[in-house]
């Protein structure tokens, strides 16, 4: 899950693509050295959450954040933002403390452990991934 306006540039091109934008993402920790980046590499797809999926996205990003809550114009700012699920097709780990370019990389099949053919009888609209350090 990401937050972006739909008024942002790419907000716009997301939307635009809808019910679901292809995207690429990376998640990592700042301030890391070369020699212990650990972070995500990933593509897959993206939707607007609406209606209870954004209600609940809020509440999972509350309690994620709850400094937010404490401070008038970020409390502001949460509410009328725009509510992003990526759904993941391909990741990739980089850990460089495994060695320097170590990569693991799983596909979709692998991330959601189960065949390809299965997919579409799955209902994922309660996924949330949340990435941090491993």
């Not at 209870?52 to 509410?79: G, I, K, M, N, W």
């Amino acid at each position: 899950m990401f937050l972006s306006s739909i008024s942002t540039r790419h907000g716009q091109a997301l939307l635009s693509r809808q019910p679901s934008a292809r995207c690429a993402f990376t998640a990592q920790k700042d301030e890391q050295t070369w020699d212990a980046i650990t972070g995500i590499q990933g593509q897959g797809t993206c939707h607007r959450l609406e209606g209870t999926a954004r209600d609940e996205a809020r509440t999972v990003y509350a309690a994620r954040f709850p400094f937010v809550a404490d401070t008038p114009h970020l409390a502001q700012a949460l509410s009328a933002a725009d509510y992003w699920e990526v759904r993941p097709h391909w990741l990739r780990l980089i850990d460089n403390s495994r060695g320097f370019g170590h990569k693991t990389e799983w596909t979709r099949e692998t991330i959601w452990g189960i065949r390809r053919d299965h997919l579409a009888a799955r209902d994922f609209s309660r996924t949330v991934f949340d990435v941090q350090g491993h």
